[in-house]
């Protein structure tokens, strides 16, 4: 909970501050922006390697080691004089991220009946939604008050804590991993229903990402707000994320792909609602915090497709489909930058909007192809 709390926290944090870390690193905001995407890009490369590497390791000195990673990671962005240092510090921290959720969903899913997996997997991620509510809205505020680098000190000092949280209540695990059996994961990996179910999570996220990494100048530029006023609007955005989780996940125990589509369809009318509304105070709090519920309401299902096809290798593919989420944060926070160059803050939101769309596109059509479609999982599969 604490790990998933100071992850979350150093991922989400930054968007609050861009345009500050833009004027103070001498970038402009696409530039600043990119910093999304290094982190995204880092999570999308060390979910499977990561992964692989600690297959054969006991979990408990795994979630040790990748909490290590973030500590060093956040505590060289604290010291950080410049944007490259800056950059490289990000993508560091971020190696820890995907293995840490990968592992999480697994276990997760794990303890539970059959028919509470998505619940199970959006518990898992409490830490995660409640870094939105509290870490990010603080870390937003020091940030404004302190400067940025102090957001980063108190993100370090999660870490430590983390630890030892780890060290001393998770009690030490025997099990490891097949190394047997990395080949056959990886072959579970190119599945075509994987493959896609992975795509689908990519384009979904994307469409959040457009938009919420510009969140800060666009609450500030087109609805009008003053800076101080971004941190407690960022509240509704992780009130809305944790109601989202929630809800998604008790929706996907029961309705899998009509969970998935219908939530990105309602993101998909958010998004469209940002192209014209945002100029206007009240409904641009509205939005966000919708923003925030579809958003985050598509992470159990997406989770669970990833699943449904992968008995054989849950942890990779789970890893995976983190990895996935954090690339399709790194196309959209980056589409989000072009669209800035090319038009104006509120073209983001067009260009989330078209993705999302694509997305709810492809979660229809692979749902009508798993239609009467029965994948059974071994649950026992599901612990290793």
Known sequence: ????????????????????????????LSSAGLLVSGYALGVAIGAPVLSLLSAKWPKKRALVILMAIFTVGNLICALAPNYTILMIARVLTSFAHGTFFGIGSVLAT??????????????????????NVLGVPFGTWLGQNYGWH?????????GPLAMAALIFFVPATKETGDSAGMAKEISVVMKPQVLLSLLLTVFGFAGVFAVFTYIAPILTDVSGFEMASVSPILLLFGAGLVVGNIVGGKWADKHLNRT??????????????????M????????????????????????????????AEAPTLVSALNIA??????????????????????ITTAWTALGVSLLATLVAYVSGKANAGVVVKVDRSLLGH
């Open 1 to 28: 909970m604490i790990g998933a709390f100071g992850i979350g926290t150093t991922e989400f944090v930054i968007m609050g501050l861009l345009p500050q870390m833009a004027k103070d690193l001498g970038v402009s």
């Open 110 to 131: 794990s303890l539970v009946k059959p028919n509470q997996k998505a619940t199970a997997i959006a518990l898992m991620f409490t830490g995660l939604t409640l870094a």
């Open 150 to 158: 102090a957001t980063f000190w108190a993100v370090t000092a999660v």
């Open 260 to 277: 998935l589509v219908g939530t990105l369809m309602l993101l998909s009318l958010v998004l469209f609602g940002f192209t014209f509304l």
């Open 279 to 310: 100029g206007y105070k009240l409904a641009a709090l509205v939005l966000v915090t919708l923003l925030g519920f579809a958003g985050f309401a598509t992470v159990p299902p997406l989770q669970m497709r990833a699943l449904e096809h992968a």
């Open 324 to 345: 996935a989420f954090n690339l399709g944060n790194a196309i959209g926070a980056w589409a989000g930058g072009v669209a800035i160059d090319n038009g104006n803050l």
